[in-house]
């Protein structure tokens, strides 16, 4: 069965300091993977989208990568803003017999910065 | 999110009752899709439509319809509610290619008692 999981499931940190979180996966065959941001009461947000080939790619503090090899991503938030609070939401798309692709979706992980 | 609007945003109702959400897109693009969600649960997809006319089911289509008249509207319906069915429902909506990005509305809450 394709799968994401996400972890931690909730993290709370200090303004300014930095976060990881993380993504397996065991979604096959690949296609790609993206990580959406979502705010409370608000539709999810775009942050990346790697595809196979690529293993890292930024949007302003935000960075993402993927081991495809390991099936793993990690999306890097440096320097927390207060702003930053929201669940994160990783996204695994998939080949389906036939043709086109399909999206999983993980549960999220909850971030909260505090000051 | 202004690009994807979605209407209404909150609705409360009882078992039984027909329920249409609609959803309207700017971005002129072709597919849309139509998500719940749940707490503790990923989104999940309800149908998509790739062009005008276009429907196909997703993974929890039952006790759903959708309708696809014009390339900028996207509707759903609930025939007849059910309180299992409360959750939070997104539009979203991409280009054609099958890497581009889905541009999620701001959601619809509803509450089925």
């Known amino acids: 069965k394709n799968q994401v999981e996400q972890s931690p499931q909730s993290l709370i940190i200090l303004e300014g300091k930095n976060c990881t979180l993380q993504c397996n996966y065991t979604v096959s065959p690949f296609s790609n993977l993206r990580w959406y941001k979502q705010d409370t009461g608000r539709g999810p947000v775009s942050l990346t989208i790697?595809?196979?080939?690529?293993n890292t790619k930024s949007n302003g503090r935000y960075t993402a990568t993927l081991d495809a090899d390991t099936k793993q991503s990690s999306l890097h938030i440096t320097a927390s803003q207060l702003s930053d609070s929201a669940s994160y939401i990783c996204?695994?798309?998939?080949?389906?017999?036939?043709?086109?692709?399909?999206?999983?979706f993980g549960t999220g992980t909850q971030l909260k910065v505090e000051l | 999110d202004a690009d994807v609007t979605q209407t209404p945003r909150n609705r409360i109702t009882k078992t039984g009752k027909r329920i249409m959400l609609e959803c309207s897109q700017t971005k002129g693009h072709d597919r849309m899709y139509w998500y719940r969600q749940d707490p503790g649960l990923g989104l999940r997809l309800i149908y998509y439509?790739?062009?005008?006319?276009?429907?196909n089911k997703g993974e929890i289509s039952d006790g759903y319809s959708v309708s696809r008249q014009a390339q900028a509207k996207f509707s759903l319906s609930l025939e007849s509610a059910i309180p299992n069915q409360t959750a939070l429902y997104f539009c979203?909506?991409?280009?054609?290619?099958?890497?581009?990005?889905?541009?999620f509305g701001p959601g619809t809450r509803l509450t089925v008692l």
């Open positions: 996204v695994v798309s998939f080949i389906l017999t036939g043709g086109g692709n399909k999206l999983t």
């Open positions: 439509s790739f062009d005008v006319k276009d429907i």
């Open positions: 979203a909506t991409s280009r054609d290619t099958s890497t581009d990005t889905q541009y």
């Open positions: 790697m595809t196979f080939s690529e």
